[in-house]
């Protein structure tokens, strides 16, 4: 399966700062979405990457795909209290099952 | 365009029954899919759903179970409810393979 781990599982930062969270998957992948989830709610899309590209930006995200290394990152930028959630990143494989990890618990203080 | 509506958001059922969740895609989108979400066992894919066709199914028992309409509104039944059902159950839909998928906010059952 093409389940993600994010790794760190909890992330404490204070706002302004950037906050960076990785996510490794075994197998190959055709795209690569990253989600956030603030408590008790759905989950927001954030990005989707395809296998044939790098990196790609949205507003403060930015994400790099390393295929060869299965691996991927979501930068967020100058961070808000707002952007206090788990996030979750889901590799895409040959069919429309997503597999999730534990997240990451990103906590910003103000 | 409106996103992925699930109805009801909460609900509180007892052991034994039966519920059924209703989720209504983003208009277009022919792929639906379920998961279940608990903090033990986090999220997990229930099936996937495109033009009324199960193409998909994780491992859970019989008791959970979906359909999916014409006009691509997908819902999923738990029957025989149990305490452990008690989850935050998440669907979600997507216009075609490789594309963006979008997850509504959820229908809470808690199981008394």
């Known amino acids: 399966s093409q389940q993600g781990e994010e790794d760190p599982q909890a992330l404490s930062i204070q706002e302004g700062e950037n906050a960076t969270m990785n996510c490794s998957y075994k197998?190959?992948?055709?795209?690569l979405q990253w989600y956030r989830q603030n408590s008790g709610r759905g989950l927001v899309h954030l990005i989707l990457i395809r296998s044939n590209e790098r990196e790609k930006h949205s507003g403060r995200l930015r994400v790099t795909l390393d295929t060869s290394k299965k691996s991927s990152s979501l930068l967020i930028t100058a961070s808000r209290a707002a952007d206090t959630a788990s996030y979750f990143c889901a590799p895409g494989g040959s069919n429309y099952k997503l597999t999730f990890g534990k997240g990451t618990l990103l906590t910003v203080n103000p | 365009k409106a996103g992925v509506t699930q109805t009801p958001r909460y609900l509180i059922k007892t052991r034994g029954q039966q519920v059924t969740l209703s989720c209504s895609p983003i208009s277009g989108h022919r792929s639906v899919s379920w998961y279940q979400q608990t903090p033990g066992q986090g999220l997990q894919f229930l099936f996937e759903y495109f033009s009324e066709t199960q193409r998909n199914k994780g491992n859970f028992p019989g008791r959970f179970s979906g359909r999916q309409f014409s006009n691509s509104r997908s819902e999923m039944n738990v029957s025989t409810l149990e305490l452990g059902d008690s989850a935050l159950y998440l669907c979600?839909?997507?216009?075609?393979?490789?594309?963006?998928?979008?997850f509504g906010e959820g229908s809470w059952l808690t199981v008394v």
């Open positions: 197998t190959s992948i055709n795209n």
């Open positions: 979600a839909s997507s216009l075609e393979f490789g594309n963006t998928i979008y």
